[in-house]
Protein backbone atom coordinates (compact mmCIF):
# COMPACT_ATOMS: atom_id res chain seq x y z
CA UNK A 1 0.00 0.00 0.00
CA UNK A 2 1.62 3.64 -0.39
CA UNK A 3 2.70 4.97 2.25
CA UNK A 4 0.96 8.49 1.67
CA UNK A 5 -1.34 9.64 -0.85
CA UNK A 6 -1.51 13.23 -1.51
CA UNK A 7 -4.60 15.11 -3.20
CA UNK A 8 -2.79 15.70 -6.73
CA UNK A 9 -2.27 11.74 -7.01
CA UNK A 10 -6.01 10.76 -6.11
CA UNK A 11 -7.02 8.67 -8.91
CA UNK A 12 -10.03 7.07 -7.22
CA UNK A 13 -12.43 10.32 -8.36
CA UNK A 14 -13.10 11.34 -4.73
CA UNK A 15 -13.88 14.88 -4.49
CA UNK A 16 -15.30 17.32 -2.18
CA UNK A 17 -18.21 19.80 -2.73
CA UNK A 18 -14.78 22.27 -1.51
CA UNK A 19 -13.73 24.46 -4.59
CA UNK A 20 -11.71 27.58 -5.03
CA UNK A 21 -8.38 28.90 -3.30
CA UNK A 22 -5.82 26.41 -2.00
CA UNK A 23 -6.09 26.18 2.23
CA UNK A 24 -4.41 24.75 5.03
CA UNK A 25 -6.86 21.58 4.52
CA UNK A 26 -4.64 21.14 0.78
CA UNK A 27 -1.42 20.44 2.59
CA UNK A 28 -2.84 17.54 4.80
CA UNK A 29 -1.37 13.86 3.90
CA UNK A 30 -3.06 10.68 5.22
CA UNK A 31 -0.24 8.23 5.95
CA UNK A 32 0.74 5.32 8.07
CA UNK A 33 2.72 6.15 11.17
CA UNK A 34 6.46 6.38 10.68
CA UNK A 35 9.51 5.36 12.94
CA UNK A 36 10.01 9.15 14.07
CA UNK A 37 6.03 9.81 15.09
CA UNK A 38 5.53 8.76 18.60
CA UNK A 39 5.93 12.29 20.22
CA UNK A 40 3.12 13.71 17.46
CA UNK A 41 1.43 10.42 18.20
CA UNK A 42 1.17 10.72 22.01
CA UNK A 43 0.34 14.34 21.55
CA UNK A 44 -2.92 13.59 19.19
CA UNK A 45 -3.68 10.99 21.73
CA UNK A 46 -3.71 13.46 24.52
CA UNK A 47 -5.65 15.59 22.97
CA UNK A 48 -8.03 13.59 22.29
CA UNK A 49 -8.19 11.01 25.09
CA UNK A 50 -8.39 14.14 27.05
CA UNK A 51 -11.57 14.89 25.30
CA UNK A 52 -13.45 11.97 26.40
CA UNK A 53 -12.63 9.98 23.29
CA UNK A 54 -11.11 6.56 22.77
CA UNK A 55 -8.44 6.59 20.58
CA UNK A 56 -6.20 3.65 18.94
CA UNK A 57 -7.45 1.44 21.02
CA UNK A 58 -4.93 -0.89 20.22
CA UNK A 59 -2.13 1.30 21.87
CA UNK A 60 -0.66 -0.05 25.47
CA UNK A 61 0.71 3.30 27.21
CA UNK A 62 4.64 1.96 27.49
CA UNK A 63 4.64 -0.17 24.36
CA UNK A 64 8.26 0.36 22.52
CA UNK A 65 7.60 2.86 19.37
CA UNK A 66 8.77 -0.19 16.95
CA UNK A 67 6.68 -2.70 18.59
CA UNK A 68 3.40 -0.40 18.18
CA UNK A 69 4.45 -0.04 14.84
CA UNK A 70 4.89 -3.82 14.34
CA UNK A 71 1.38 -4.17 15.62
CA UNK A 72 -0.03 -1.94 13.06
CA UNK A 73 1.87 -3.77 10.53
CA UNK A 74 0.38 -7.14 11.64
CA UNK A 75 -3.23 -5.46 11.80
CA UNK A 76 -2.56 -4.33 8.13
CA UNK A 77 -2.01 -8.40 7.77
CA UNK A 78 -4.51 -9.36 9.69
CA UNK A 79 -2.30 -11.30 11.92
CA UNK A 80 -2.88 -11.23 16.21
CA UNK A 81 -6.13 -9.84 15.72
CA UNK A 82 -8.55 -9.88 18.67
CA UNK A 83 -11.27 -12.05 18.60
CA UNK A 84 -13.71 -10.56 16.14
CA UNK A 85 -11.58 -7.83 14.75
CA UNK A 86 -10.74 -7.82 11.08
CA UNK A 87 -8.02 -6.35 9.72
CA UNK A 88 -7.74 -2.82 9.66
CA UNK A 89 -5.15 0.50 8.42
CA UNK A 90 -4.33 2.96 11.11
CA UNK A 91 -3.90 6.03 9.65
CA UNK A 92 -3.08 9.48 10.85
CA UNK A 93 -3.44 13.22 9.23
CA UNK A 94 -0.09 14.92 8.44
CA UNK A 95 0.01 18.93 8.55
CA UNK A 96 3.84 19.80 8.08
CA UNK A 97 4.58 17.85 10.74
CA UNK A 98 1.40 18.14 13.39
CA UNK A 99 -0.53 15.23 13.29
CA UNK A 100 -4.12 16.53 13.29
CA UNK A 101 -6.28 13.63 13.14
CA UNK A 102 -6.43 10.15 12.71
CA UNK A 103 -8.64 7.72 10.56
CA UNK A 104 -9.22 3.81 9.99
CA UNK A 105 -10.08 1.66 7.07
CA UNK A 106 -11.48 -2.08 8.35
CA UNK A 107 -10.42 -3.99 5.61
CA UNK A 108 -14.45 -6.03 5.46
CA UNK A 109 -17.26 -5.54 7.17
CA UNK A 110 -18.84 -8.10 10.44
CA UNK A 111 -22.50 -7.81 10.54
CA UNK A 112 -21.54 -5.49 13.68
CA UNK A 113 -19.72 -3.00 11.75
CA UNK A 114 -22.34 -3.30 8.56
CA UNK A 115 -24.76 -2.26 11.42
CA UNK A 116 -22.35 0.68 12.83
CA UNK A 117 -19.24 1.71 12.16
CA UNK A 118 -18.71 0.52 8.76
CA UNK A 119 -15.02 0.58 6.41
CA UNK A 120 -14.08 3.75 8.00
CA UNK A 121 -13.57 5.78 11.00
CA UNK A 122 -12.12 9.21 11.56
CA UNK A 123 -11.27 11.49 14.24
CA UNK A 124 -9.84 15.38 14.15
CA UNK A 125 -8.16 16.41 17.12
CA UNK A 126 -10.68 18.90 19.29
CA UNK A 127 -8.07 21.84 18.24
CA UNK A 128 -8.37 21.53 14.94
CA UNK A 129 -12.35 21.08 13.87
CA UNK A 130 -13.93 23.09 11.45
CA UNK A 131 -11.25 24.00 9.23
CA UNK A 132 -12.21 21.18 6.37
CA UNK A 133 -9.58 18.74 8.05
CA UNK A 134 -12.32 16.01 8.52
CA UNK A 135 -13.86 16.35 5.20
CA UNK A 136 -9.62 16.16 3.56
CA UNK A 137 -8.88 12.91 5.83
CA UNK A 138 -11.85 11.09 4.83
CA UNK A 139 -11.31 12.00 1.26
CA UNK A 140 -8.15 10.46 1.35
CA UNK A 141 -9.08 7.95 3.14
CA UNK A 142 -11.69 6.73 0.86
CA UNK A 143 -9.22 6.84 -2.15
CA UNK A 144 -6.85 4.07 0.17
CA UNK A 145 -9.71 2.13 1.08
CA UNK A 146 -10.27 2.12 -3.16
CA UNK A 147 -6.89 0.89 -3.64
CA UNK A 148 -7.64 -1.84 -1.01
CA UNK A 149 -10.10 -3.14 -3.02
CA UNK A 150 -12.85 -1.92 -0.98
CA UNK A 151 -15.88 -0.17 -1.50
CA UNK A 152 -16.41 1.71 1.50
CA UNK A 153 -19.59 2.07 3.07
CA UNK A 154 -20.07 4.37 5.90
CA UNK A 155 -22.22 4.77 8.81
CA UNK A 156 -22.97 7.74 10.74
CA UNK A 157 -25.34 8.87 13.58
CA UNK A 158 -27.73 11.20 12.37
CA UNK A 159 -27.18 13.53 15.37
CA UNK A 160 -22.94 13.94 14.21
CA UNK A 161 -23.45 17.26 12.75
CA UNK A 162 -19.77 17.36 12.11
CA UNK A 163 -19.70 13.70 10.28
CA UNK A 164 -22.58 14.02 8.40
CA UNK A 165 -20.75 17.37 6.71
CA UNK A 166 -17.77 15.09 6.15
CA UNK A 167 -20.08 12.55 4.54
CA UNK A 168 -21.95 15.13 2.16
CA UNK A 169 -18.40 17.00 1.72
CA UNK A 170 -17.18 13.83 0.29
CA UNK A 171 -19.93 13.22 -2.17
CA UNK A 172 -21.74 10.25 0.77
CA UNK A 173 -25.90 9.93 -0.22
CA UNK A 174 -27.98 8.20 2.77
CA UNK A 175 -28.98 4.86 1.98
CA UNK A 176 -30.80 3.96 4.90
CA UNK A 177 -31.79 5.23 8.53
CA UNK A 178 -32.47 3.14 11.37
CA UNK A 179 -34.89 3.63 13.82
CA UNK A 180 -32.61 4.86 16.69
CA UNK A 181 -30.68 7.52 14.20
CA UNK A 182 -27.87 5.68 12.25
CA UNK A 183 -27.74 6.74 9.16
CA UNK A 184 -26.00 4.06 6.03
CA UNK A 185 -23.98 5.70 3.27
C1 LIG B 1 -16.68 14.68 12.71
C2 LIG B 1 -15.32 15.38 12.67
C3 LIG B 1 -14.27 14.39 12.15
C4 LIG B 1 -15.40 16.59 11.72
O1 LIG B 1 -14.09 17.10 11.56
P1 LIG B 1 -13.85 18.59 11.07
O2 LIG B 1 -12.42 18.73 10.74
O3 LIG B 1 -14.42 19.54 12.07
O4 LIG B 1 -14.76 18.63 9.74
P2 LIG B 1 -14.71 19.70 8.56
O5 LIG B 1 -14.08 20.97 9.06
O6 LIG B 1 -14.13 19.05 7.37
O7 LIG B 1 -16.26 19.98 8.35
C5 LIG B 1 -17.01 19.34 7.33
C6 LIG B 1 -18.38 19.98 7.27
O8 LIG B 1 -19.10 19.69 8.48
C7 LIG B 1 -19.44 20.90 9.13
N1 LIG B 1 -19.25 20.69 10.54
C8 LIG B 1 -18.13 20.24 11.15
N2 LIG B 1 -18.31 20.16 12.46
C9 LIG B 1 -19.58 20.59 12.67
C10 LIG B 1 -20.36 20.75 13.83
N3 LIG B 1 -19.88 20.44 15.04
N4 LIG B 1 -21.63 21.20 13.68
C11 LIG B 1 -22.13 21.49 12.48
N5 LIG B 1 -21.44 21.35 11.33
C12 LIG B 1 -20.18 20.92 11.43
C13 LIG B 1 -18.49 21.94 8.61
O9 LIG B 1 -19.00 23.23 8.70
C14 LIG B 1 -18.32 21.49 7.19
O10 LIG B 1 -19.45 21.91 6.43
P3 LIG B 1 -19.28 22.51 4.95
O11 LIG B 1 -18.65 21.40 4.13
O12 LIG B 1 -20.66 22.84 4.55
O13 LIG B 1 -18.37 23.67 5.12
C15 LIG B 1 -14.92 15.91 14.08
O14 LIG B 1 -15.97 16.72 14.57
C16 LIG B 1 -14.61 14.81 15.06
O15 LIG B 1 -13.47 14.35 15.16
N6 LIG B 1 -15.65 14.34 15.82
C17 LIG B 1 -15.49 13.27 16.79
C18 LIG B 1 -15.29 11.92 16.12
C19 LIG B 1 -16.43 11.57 15.17
O16 LIG B 1 -17.58 11.90 15.40
N7 LIG B 1 -16.05 10.88 14.09
C20 LIG B 1 -17.00 10.46 13.08
C21 LIG B 1 -17.66 9.17 13.41
S1 LIG B 1 -16.65 7.82 12.88
Not at 5 to 15: L, Q, R
Not at 33 to 38: A, G, I, K, S, V
Request: one cysteine or more; aromatic letters at 6%; glycine letters at 12%.
Amino acid sequence: MAEMFPKSSCACGVTTSTSGPMTKADHLIVRTLRPHDEEAFLELRAAIVNDGTAFAKDYQPGIAWPDYLLVQDNARAGVGLAAGAVPYTFLVADLGGVLVGSSDIRHRLTEKLTRWGGHIGYIVDPRHRQRGYGTEILRQTLCLAVGLGIRPALTCRADNAGSRGVIHACGGVVSAQTHDGICSY
